[in-house]
T-cell receptor, first 115, second 110 residues
Framework: GAVVSQHPSRVICKSGTSVKIECRSLDFQATTMFWYRQFPKQSLMLMATSNEGSKATYEQGVEKDKFLINHASLTLSTLTVTSAHPEDSSFYIC???????????FGEGSRLTVL | QKEVEQDPGPLSVPEGAIVSLNCTYSNSAFQYFMWYRQYSRKGPELLMYTYSSGNKEDGRFTAQVDKSSKYISLFIRDSQPSDSATYLCAAKFGNEKLTFGTGTRLTIIP
């Protein structure tokens, strides 16, 4: 299947700092990428839909100023958690859509720990 | 009511057994159905992708979709300890976002 790379896989930061997570589609162009958050033993919660060249669409209850999403190219989307707090600690996962209505492939996830 | 319902388990079966994982959904507009496998602390891995009703087989895995009853199934034959993971069903229509089930935690006992 198609490959989606996510970096970093783990990050620990101090409260109040900002953290950027990258999501890359390695062998295909992805006009649409998605960002999810997953709490322990729970399913994925969609945070936002990222479209190349336009503003992201955020799900209800997700603070757009807190979670900045940029999709500057067809192979890269970034999620920046601004002014991180301990409650932002979570597992963040991106996915990329392969061709039109096609399959969604997921990255390996990034575990954020805010001290 | 959630749009996609899935029994969270946990489900434990002996090695070599046939595993049956199931989901139901309420949105009749769903056209595309997927099964993902997620190991602990990893991103979901796409196992099966089907369009509309029918069966799809890939190695030891078979996905079934019955749109008349809004029922999605994944069967794993000759289960292996390496199949131990959380299995997520998902559905969508058109270009819309995926709707996930809660995931079923499966353990294959050697």
């Amino acid at each position: 299947g198609a490959v989606v790379s996510q970096h970093p896989s783990r990050v620990i930061c101090k409260s109040g700092t900002s953290v950027k997570i990258e999501c890359r589609s390695l062998d295909f162009q992805a006009t649409t990428m998605f960002w999810y958050r997953q709490f322990p033993k729970q399913s994925l919660m969609l945070m936002a839909t990222s479209n190349e060249g336009s503003k992201a669409t955020y799900e209800q209850g997700v603070e757009k100023d807190k979670f900045l999403i940029n999709h500057a190219s067809l192979t890269l989307s970034t999620l920046t958690v601004t002014s991180a707090h301990p409650e932002d600690s979570s597992f963040y996962i991106c996915s990329a859509r392969f061709q039109g209505y096609g399959e969604l492939f997921f990255g390996e996830g990034s575990r954020l720990t805010v001290l | 009511q959630k749009e996609v319902e899935q029994d969270p388990g946990p489900l434990s079966v002996p090695e070599g057994a046939i595993v049956s994982l199931n989901c139901t959904y309420s949105n009749s507009a769903f056209q595309y159905f997927m099964w993902y496998r997620q190991y602990s602390r990893k991103g979901p891995e796409l196992l099966m992708y089907t369009y509309s009703s029918g069966n799809k087989e890939d190695g030891r895995f078979t996905a079934q979709v019955d749109k008349s009853s809004k029922y999605i199934s994944l069967f794993i034959r000759d289960s292996q300890p390496s199949d131990s993971a959380t299995y997520l069903c998902a559905a969508k229509f058109g270009n819309e976002k995926l709707t996930f089930g809660t995931g079923t935690r499966l353990t294959i006992i050697p």
